[in-house]
């Protein structure tokens, strides 16, 4: 049967999905699992010759241009060691989608492709493209989204897309401050800040222990390691935060050129441990947990947890909306 699979990931919203379905594939057959993502360049330049890349690659410190690349890939891996799924990360850019999918199985020697296919109906060209020419057999698994009655798994997902876009917003800040040699704007960083503690953040935290951690460990005592480990998660989170928080104040007070530019790399290393733990929870959570909820809860479990996520506040916080004009200025 097939022992290494390769996960081509795209940039979409159900990616996520193509990594639960892969892992329990992959798991019960004890097949090990590489992920990978065809970066494309934006002025359709075909690199040559085609290149694998790995996670700690160099070209993925550029977090301006790699930033979704390194969180889809980082996310991937993240859900395949909570399941045990022996696991790599690999990237190649300037190529095709489907040339380069192609390209990594034969260069990895796996056995088998696994895609992802929208369930509304129809396989893109690339997958055809892949089907053609793979010379492997390939797999191709309707991506769901969620089903009306768990509505709380789309509110989640939308609460990911925002914390990570927030997140890669300011490592883009400061990346763009390290490559023209200077400092950062801590205004913009500091109403990002202010977001992620208001409404992204900490009431997600809240909601995914008191209500969704909770039912699942109800219907599923083997899952209390991966909650106890995310709950652990959220924590350092918090953590990191006042981290980030007592940088960003050294940055505002510092006095001339110098101390500034020494306080934006300060913080841009610390937001990196910020994004990496998010990439690894989030990882971990829609490779495991929403997956499992999903399997698990009943229709009793999604009535209640419908109740709870759609008596979220309407509307972004005052902070939130500030953020978003800082942004629009530096776009």
Not at 162 to 169: E, F, L, Q, S
């Amino acid at each position: 049967m097939y022992r290494h699979l390769l996960v081509p990931l795209d940039s979409g919203d159900l990616a996520f999905e193509v990594v639960g379905r892969a892992l329990a594939l992959a798991r019960p057959l004890g097949a090990r699992v590489t992920f990978f993502h065809a970066l494309q360049d934006p002025e359709c330049v075909v690199v040559e010759p085609f290149e694998l890349l790995h996670l700690g690659s160099p070209e993925l410190r550029d977090t301006r241009r790699t930033g979704r690349t390194r969180e889809l890939l980082a996310k991937a891996e993240a859900g395949a060691r909570a399941l045990g799924v022996p696991c790599d990360a690999r990237w190649s850019r300037g190529q095709p989608l489907a040339a380069a999918t192609v390209a990594a199985a034969r260069a990895l020697g796996c056995d088998v492709i696994f895609m992802g296919s929208p369930a509304h109906g129809g396989v893109g060209s690339a997958t055809l493209s892949v089907l053609a020419s793979a010379g492997v057999p390939v797999l191709v698994a309707p991506t769901m989204p969620p089903a009306p009655e768990e509505r709380a798994v789309g509110v989640l997902r939308d609460e990911h897309r925002a914390i990570a876009a927030v997140i890669h917003a300011c490592t883009s800040l400061l990346a763009a401050a390290r490559e023209s040699g200077g400092a950062a704007d801590p205004a913009v960083l500091r109403a990002a800040l202010a977001a992620l503690r208001g409404k992204p953040l900490g009431q997600h935290h809240q909601r995914e222990e008191r209500h969704l951690f909770a039912r699942l460990r109800a219907r599923s005592p083997g899952l209390a390691a991966e909650f106890d480990e995310l709950e652990r998660q959220h924590a350092r989170d918090d953590a990191l935060l006042d981290e980030l928080s007592a940088r960003l104040a050294v940055l505002e007070d510092a006095a001339g050129v110098p101390a500034r530019i020494a306080a934006t790399r300060a913080l841009e290393q610390a937001m990196a441990r910020f994004a990496e733990l998010h990439w690894e929870h989030m990882g971990r959570e829609e490779a495991v947990v929403l997956p499992a909820a999903r399997l698990l809860l009943q229709p009793e479990d999604w009535a209640a947890l419908n109740a709870v996520f759609a008596h979220a506040p309407a509307g972004p916080s005052e902070a939130h909306l500030e953020f978003q004009q800082l942004l629009a200025r530096i776009g």
